[in-house]
Structure formats: structure tokens, C-alpha cells
């Protein structure tokens, strides 16, 4: 597995929340083995709280609380929206647009998987830039403006560009060759306590995403909500 490291990489740590950057391939909560929380607590000696999480397949920054009252208070800000997130995003795919929105509700399918529908009544509402890299890649940042389940990977499934390596959402013999899930939660910008913080850690796993193009696009996109308007 690709999370086979011992150590946890701490990008941040104040006296109410610490920030990780969460292996592709753990798992938030333990399943067949320790789950990021787990490990984060034994590697800490400190009890944490959740406040979001990411997809087994997801790498990048999460936030863990240090508080049962700090938690509540992330949380509140991530169900008011208050909380902006930012994605990396590869496919071997070319989407029907190259940018934009993403709106729709979603509904579930087989085992599982969630699809987009035409309607929207409590829709999904996603943003995105993209650009091509090397031969069929194609790189995405991606703003969610909702915080749906599987959100960004189906929306990019709609697209006609699932993700890379998403065993659940692209082709399954495709998926498999791939060394990882290329999905990548790359930024956090957000106030609390009147002071604002603002996180950026690239994806440092996963052979597309440390490809030069690829690297370099990154570095082009180190402020990603000057990227987007509202």
C-alpha cells in the first residue's frame, strides 16, 4: 500500500486543531488495518476529533481537532461553507468542457456509487479549471462549493473524465493499472478567531502527479482561490 510509511506528515499544529497530509490508499476510519485517525493518535499521544474527512483513495490536507468545542466549531464552518477546499484532480480522459460548473443532484447507483441527475433540487455544485499534460492527461483543480459524498470523483465521472486510478468510477481494468487514486485535497483557506489560515501542500505520491508538466502546472496554481471568482 502506498500509506506503508510510519510516520504521518504534520504540515501544521496550533492549540486547537493540527493539519495532516493523509496517505492515498488509508483509510479515514480503521477497516482492514488502522485507519489516519488511529495512527494519527498513536504517532501524537493526542485524542482527536473529526471535522471532515477524504476518500480511501484521496491524499492530501486534513484537519483534525483537538477539542470536542473546536471540532464543533470546524464543523459549523464547513457546513456553512466557510471553509474554502481545492483539489488536484488527473484523468486520462478529455472532459466535454475544459472549465466551469458542475451542478446536479445526486443520487445512488449500484454498490454503493452515486450519478449526478439532471435535477436540482439539493444539487452537488462543483467548479473547475483543467489543462493537458503529458499524452491523454488531463490535469484539473477543482473548487467544490458543496461537500457531497464522492462529490468531486462523480463529478468528474459526468464530465466523461473520471479519475484516475478510481477503481469505483473509471473503467476497472484502467483503474487497476494505475499505481493510485489521482485525487489530491491540495488547499485550505479559512478564518477562526479572527486570524485567517491558508494551506497548500502539492501531492508528493503518485507517478502522474510528480511528472514534471505536472509539477510545474502546480506551481502555477500555488493560489488557487485567486483562481475562482464566487
Known sequence: MLWGLDMLTILFENSQF??????AGLSFHSEDGEGFVVKAEKQT???????????????????LAKSSEDANRLTRLFEERK???FYLAISMRKPKKKQGWIKGDMGTSRRGSYKLLDTKENPAITQFVSTALRTH??????????GK?????VALKSLGSPIAGDIRYAASDDAK?????????????????E??????????????FLSDLCREQTGLWSQPWELFSK
Open 18 to 23: 493540527i493539519l495532516f497530509n493523509k496517505p
Open 137 to 146: 492527461e488531463r490535469f484539473f483543480l477543482i473548487k467544490p462549493h458543496t
Open 195 to 208: 486570524e485567517e489560515f491558508s494551506f497548500c501542500y502539492p501531492p508528493d505520491e503518485g507517478e502522474r
Open 83 to 85: 471553509i474554502e477546499k
Open 177 to 193: 493499472r494505475e499505481d493510485r487514486g489521482y485525487l489530491h485535497a491540495y488547499a485550505l483557506r479559512f478564518n477562526l478567531d
Open 45 to 63: 499521544g493526542i485524542k482527536f476529533y473529526s471535522v471532515h474527512r477524504l476518500d480511501k483513495m484521496t491524499s492530501g490536507l486534513l484537519l
Open 149 to 153: 459524498t464522492h462529490q468531486i470523483r
